[in-house]
């Protein structure tokens, strides 16, 4: 089996990216949250619940540049999410064999 | 004066801009707010709503320095300068995303879905993104 | 029968990608076949690209660039991609096909005030 | 007040587009959907429901060109939706003091 | 024997292809079936899969002719003749829009979400769209 | 530290209507920065409009286009322009940013098949 890292650009309001990549997603894989996918991350926000249902199988992260860009940094993100900069994204790229996209 | 108050049209239509997207992710946000503000500036009876993830423009303390793009959240401000104060943020958009009118860079009418109803309902020309 | 009017359209998304410009244009020659007027189409955000006379589809799929400017000529539409748009994304003078031309954001809000109805076709 | 018709080119599976029109449409309005919006009015799909509860103050279009082209002839429309074609779409805009695209 | 297989590259990779948008209103279901016909004309080990709207890709009976675009549904067919076996359909996607294998233009295997979780955990390279 | 790797990168959008080129370009450089290999870059469907040499952005907004082209030619990263989707688009030689070559979709699953990682950013 693939370790796999699943990235996800889209609002979880405006697409369903998200909801698909956690029914989708194998136990042990990683999910990153980027550009207008960070909106997930908030912790008052009507997803923290469907992410919370999987936080014990997988790994959760936020890249930060885009949780600041959208002005987030004064809010409190869901418990157990990582926030990571554009050099953690490459790590987790290479810590995992496959990268896949939720467009 | 402006030039273009001079031989601007005089027709006087309501436009209301609806927005619905965050900002950054996609371009319609900073091309909607440019289109607002010349409708401004061609006196224009000019609204501009806030719904969906529209709200999250108005989000207060964006810093875009880490993404390389440009922020454009200030030139909220300037709609008060352009005369635009018709700026409306349904509340039920704002709770589904745990934020109040405190977290808006501007201030803004906070109004609730059956208000807005109305208020969409009296326009002559509507452009949503 | 309705009275004739006079409708202005807004692109905000290029061709092929979105469906957007096929569902204007096929608005449109249904409006004229009614005896509308399409007065101005505006093209905007990613909308400019529909003006670029290099795109050369398939032989078996639409132009959707000669079918603009085809469709312009013959009824006298005016054609106008936003210059702040196009900037950006590389649309110029050099590529605009004919019968569109280039100006500012203004031609979109006249276009919303001179004219009976603005219809909107985007992603 | 103005009359208008509400124009939705978004599947309601992938875009909130659907969902946020039905919540804002003022009663006496119209909603054609068109492109990937008429999946939209499939009878045994998921959004008949909120279609439905807004059935007797709202109209509904589909566009039939669209409904073609996704092979979607054979599948029951939710009752009550008129099927138009690019023509009536024409005519829906004349009738209508406004359209709002919801993109 | 094609040109290309001649001097084609000799590693073969797990490929998958997930579609999960609907056909015409965009263009990304027809340009990703573009991209499975040539990974399978590089020999690669090619699956496909069609989840949440992409299920409609494959709706039998698409008529283009109205709406002025090429109908390319047919082209789901030649997936075959690529040695193309390995095309997927979630059951849930299915359900939630009303559709059953019968209304699908080819033959799939129609898979449970908890089998997809794991054919897609056995790919080297994945493109999603 | 990670053992250096070959990355492709699969970029689906074109520059500013989507974010999908900005983060590809962060991505790209903090890659470099740790020592691994941008070796494709391969620009599809609206992805191919990043090769725009005529786009110009405003003075204060970043230009896309040429931070692509420097970065391939700084690091030699194959910037590679799927043909069928340019020409639909109009992307032909005419308007190619130095440093970009068009090419076909074979290019796409060879930079699959030869490279550690391959990382999609889209829409």
């Given at each position: 089996?693939?370790?796999?890292?699943?990235?996800?650009?889209?609002?979880?309001?405006?697409?369903?990216?998200?909801?698909?990549?956690?029914?989708?997603?194998?136990?042990?894989?990683?999910?990153?949250?980027?550009?207008?996918?960070?909106?997930?991350?908030?912790?008052?926000?009507?997803?923290?619940?469907?992410?919370?249902?999987?936080?014990?199988?997988?790994?959760?992260?936020?890249?930060?540049?885009?949780?600041?860009?959208?002005?987030?940094?004064?809010?409190?993100?869901?418990?157990?999410?990582?926030?990571?900069?554009?050099?953690?994204?490459?790590?987790?790229?290479?810590?995992?064999?496959?990268?896949?996209?939720?467009? | 004066?402006?030039?273009?108050?001079?031989?601007?049209?005089?027709?006087?239509?309501?436009?209301?801009?609806?927005?619905?997207?965050?900002?950054?992710?996609?371009?319609?946000?900073?091309?909607?707010?440019?289109?607002?503000?010349?409708?401004?500036?061609?006196?224009?009876?000019?609204?501009?709503?806030?719904?969906?993830?529209?709200?999250?423009?108005?989000?207060?303390?964006?810093?875009?320095?880490?993404?390389?793009?440009?922020?454009?959240?200030?030139?909220?401000?300037?709609?008060?300068?352009?005369?635009?104060?018709?700026?409306?943020?349904?509340?039920?958009?704002?709770?589904?995303?745990?934020?109040?009118?405190?977290?808006?860079?501007?201030?803004?009418?906070?109004?609730?879905?059956?208000?807005?109803?109305?208020?969409?309902?009296?326009?002559?020309?509507?452009?949503?993104? | 029968?309705?009275?004739?009017?006079?409708?202005?359209?807004?692109?905000?998304?290029?061709?092929?990608?979105?469906?957007?410009?096929?569902?204007?244009?096929?608005?449109a020659?249904?409006?004229?076949?009614?005896?509308?007027?399409i007065?101005?189409v505006?093209?905007?955000?990613?909308?400019?690209?529909?003006?670029?006379?290099?795109?050369?589809?398939?032989?078996?799929?639409?132009?959707?660039?000669?079918?603009w400017s085809e469709l312009g000529k013959e009824h006298d539409i005016d054609l106008?991609?936003?210059?702040?748009?196009?900037?950006?994304?590389?649309?110029?003078?050099?590529?605009?096909k004919d019968g569109f031309?280039?100006?500012?954001?203004?031609?979109?809000?006249?276009?919303?005030?001179?004219?009976?109805?603005?219809?909107?076709?985007?992603?």
């Open positions: 089996m693939s370790t796999m890292l699943h990235l996800i650009n889209r609002s979880p309001f405006d697409a369903p990216a998200l909801e698909s990549c956690l029914r989708l997603a194998q136990a042990g894989s990683s999910v990153l949250l980027i550009e207008d996918g960070v909106y997930a991350a908030l912790g008052k926000a009507a997803h923290a619940a469907a992410i919370g249902e999987r936080m014990d199988d997988l790994k959760f992260y936020v890249l930060g540049p885009d949780v600041a860009a959208r002005g987030l940094e004064d809010k409190p993100l869901i418990d157990g999410i990582s926030v990571i900069d554009y050099g953690g994204f490459v790590d987790l790229v290479v810590e995992h064999e496959v990268t896949q996209s939720w467009m | 004066m402006e030039p273009w108050e001079e031989d601007g049209p005089e027709v006087v239509k309501r436009f209301m801009y609806v927005n619905r997207k965050a900002p950054y992710g996609t371009i319609y946000a900073l091309e909607c707010l440019e289109v607002v503000l010349i409708t401004a500036a061609f006196d224009q009876d000019t609204s501009v709503v806030f719904v969906d993830d529209g709200v999250y423009q108005l989000k207060k303390n964006q810093q875009t320095e880490g993404i390389g793009m440009k922020n454009f959240s200030n030139t909220y401000r300037a709609l008060d300068d352009y005369d635009v104060e018709k700026i409306y943020v349904e509340q039920a958009s704002l709770d589904a995303r745990g934020l109040t009118a405190d977290d808006l860079i501007i201030p803004v009418e906070v109004v609730t879905t059956e208000n807005l109803r109305e208020i969409m309902a009296q326009q002559d020309v509507v452009i949503s993104s | 029968m309705n009275q004739p009017m006079k409708f202005g359209i807004l692109i905000n998304e290029g061709p092929f990608t979105h469906q957007a410009s096929d569902s204007a244009l096929r608005f020659e249904a409006a004229i076949a009614k005896g509308h007027k007065a101005r505006f093209f905007y955000n990613d909308g400019v690209n529909n003006a670029n006379k290099l795109s050369e589809p398939q032989s078996d799929d639409r132009d959707l660039v000669s079918l106008v991609v936003c210059i702040a748009a196009a900037l950006r994304r590389g649309i110029k003078d050099e590529v605009l031309r280039i100006s500012g954001l203004g031609q979109l809000v006249e276009a919303g005030i001179e004219n009976d109805r603005l219809v909107v076709f985007g992603d």
